[in-house]
């Protein structure tokens, strides 16, 4: 297992450097970034003013780091590319030749994105120290470690708080990427459906803290779960017992219920959306409210959501604009449960849909593969109950809290 990258409370009084990369592999150093070398250049051949990286993917002249020399809030660090395999920023390649911003607490990968030998793992956490950060931002509040994970849209790191030492996930999102925020970013609506998010309070939800708007990135500083996700889970133990799937379910429904009575659909409601704790069994913490979003009686959810396998036919059918409601996320924990209990999606693929949206529409439930389960007669009701065709017909988290099949369940608290 790899390090952490080491903390930067030793380089908070450097007044000579205007930033360091922190190695993601325990086997390389912290390379400093020196004031009188404002412009840095990175390579595998040694030079002067260069930063020498022997990776067999890093090119001679891989490309240019560039501190624009200012000590105040508007302080710039560009990274142009020049290199035959790339450079990446946060996940994302920079086009040959084009440059693009490092700011502090972005991963920084040469040559390749990641790789499984930790000597080659040439990604980096870069940390600017040119300007102190001010009273109320991430920087001030929290240490940022190691990366957790990438995602289209947001990176997720390991934080401590400075003044409690506790640890922390942030999630950064780059409101430039997506369209909504772009538009919403320092918007009240916004800031509003924020603040609705982070007063949810409910043992099973991965909960927000709190939350910083800084010039082109949205952080979310979020509880810290140290298990891993469901998907992690099921991949590691193949099909769920159905003592350990009731647990886990009824931990999910009973939080997304309580989401819904506040009037809140969470429309991505998926393995990977759901944390677990390290104990066994594992307490679940419902994550990633990336596509949530505050709803009243007079506002339809009608935007397309969510990944296609665990997506309800109506949010597909987006043709009439008549909407749909909690009860797409019904349909969700249905096919989570599927999952769990069998290892396999539960539908029939349909080879001459022309697209997802059609697929998604149409497709149906393959309930033999349940049937090979042999799931008891109470969990295959609360399946059939939760993959109904028609909205109307399908069971609400709410009603699903006092199915039959959970009368066997053990509440375990945090």
């Known amino acids: ?208 803290k709190e939350v910083f708007y800084q010039e082109a990135d949205i952080c979310l500083v979020l509880e810290f779960v140290d298990g891993g996700t469901l998907s992690d889970y099921i991949r590691t133990q193949g099909p769920l017992k159905e003592s350990t799937a009731r647990h886990i379910t009824f931990q999910i429904i009973d939080a997304v219920s309580y989401v819904h009575s506040q009037g809140i659909v969470h429309r991505d409601l998926k393995p990977d959306n759901v944390l677990l704790t390290s104990a066994e069994p594992p307490i679940v913490k419902v994550a990633d409210f990336g596509v949530a979003r505050a709803i009243d009686d007079k506002t339809p959810l009608t935007t397309f959501c969510g990944t296609p396998m665990y997506v309800a036919p109506e949010v597909a059918k987006q043709k009439d604009r008549t909407g749909y409601n909690n009860l797409v996320d019904s349909w969700s924990v249905g096919v989570m449960l599927f999952y769990m209990l069998t290892g396999r999606a539960p539908f029939f693929v349909d080879r001459f849909a022309t697209d997802d949206l059609a697929r998604v529409a149409k497709r149906k439930v393959d309930w033999k593969i349940l049937q090979g389960a042999r799931p008891s007669k109470e969990a295959e009701h609360l399946i059939c109950s939760l993959l109904q065709y028609h909205p109307a017909q399908r069971m609400a988290l709410s009603d699903a809290k006092s199915h039959p099949w959970f009368a066997k369940h053990e509440p375990t608290r945090t």
């Open 1 to 208: 297992m790899q390090e952490a990258p080491e903390s930067t409370d030793r380089f908070d009084h450097r007044d000579d450097l205007w930033g360091v990369l922190q190695p993601c592999s325990a086997y390389f150093n912290t390379i400093e970034l020196y004031k009188l070398q404002p412009e840095v250049f990175v390579g595998q051949n040694f030079e002067q003013k260069k930063v020498v990286l022997p990776g067999l993917r890093v090119s001679n002249n891989h490309c240019t780091i560039t501190w624009d020399g200012r000590t105040d809030e508007k302080s710039t660090v560009m990274v142009t590319d020049t290199s035959t395999n790339g450079t990446w920023i946060n996940g994302e390649k920079i086009k040959n030749g084009g440059s693009r911003p490092l700011r502090d607490g972005n991963e920084i990968a040469f040559g390749q994105l990641i790789s499984t030998e930790p000597l080659e793992d040439y990604r980096y956490i870069y940390r600017h120290l040119a300007c102190v950060p001010p009273a109320r931002s991430l920087e001030a509040s929290y240490k940022l470690t190691c990366p957790l994970g990438h995602g289209a849209f947001a990176t997720v790191m390991k934080a401590f708080s400075r003044a409690t030492r506790q640890c922390y996930a942030v999630k950064i999102i780059e409101a430039r990427k997506l369209k909504r925020l772009r538009t919403m970013y320092r918007n009240k609506q916004f800031s509003k459906e924020v603040n609705i998010l982070s007063s949810l309070r409910h043992d099973n939800i991965c909960q927000l």
